[in-house]
């Protein structure tokens, strides 16, 4: 797994950001996920599993760092249909948000 995916397999957003802002690549993709995808899923994840709140900071400074709210997955989902599949609300507003930034 890259270094990139591991930060946020693990939540761990200080070390993504400092990967990030190594010049690591927002939009990298891994095992079929982008790593907004990844973060989504874990941030998601973690939360059903544990209890604990729902957070977003992967998918913040993923965001932050130029990562492409637009760009599908290798098989074509999309953050945001993920975060709603999910459950992922703050990702959701954050997406939604981005996007209309964006336009």
Same mark, same amino acid.
């Not at 993920?82 to 507003?93: K, Q, S």
């Given at each position: 797994m890259p270094p990139t995916h591991l930060a946020v397999e693990h939540e761990q957003v200080g070390e993504l950001t400092r990967l990030l802002d190594g010049g690591a690549d927002p939009n990298e993709t891994w095992s079929n996920m982008t790593l907004l995808l990844h973060a989504i899923d874990i941030e998601a994840d973690g939360s059903k599993q544990t209890g604990e709140p729902l957070t977003a900071a992967c998918t913040a400074v993923l965001l932050a760092y130029g990562a492409d709210p637009q760009l #599908? /997955? #290798?098989? /074509? =989902? !999309?953050? !945001? @249909?993920? $975060? &709603? &599949?999910? /459950?992922? *609300? !703050?990702? *959701? &507003? !954050?997406? =939604?948000? @981005? $996007?209309a930034r964006a336009s």
């Open positions: #599908p /997955g #290798p098989d /074509g =989902t !999309l953050p !945001l @249909w993920f $975060a &709603r &599949r999910c /459950g992922h *609300e !703050l990702a *959701e &507003r !954050l997406l =939604t948000a @981005w $996007a």
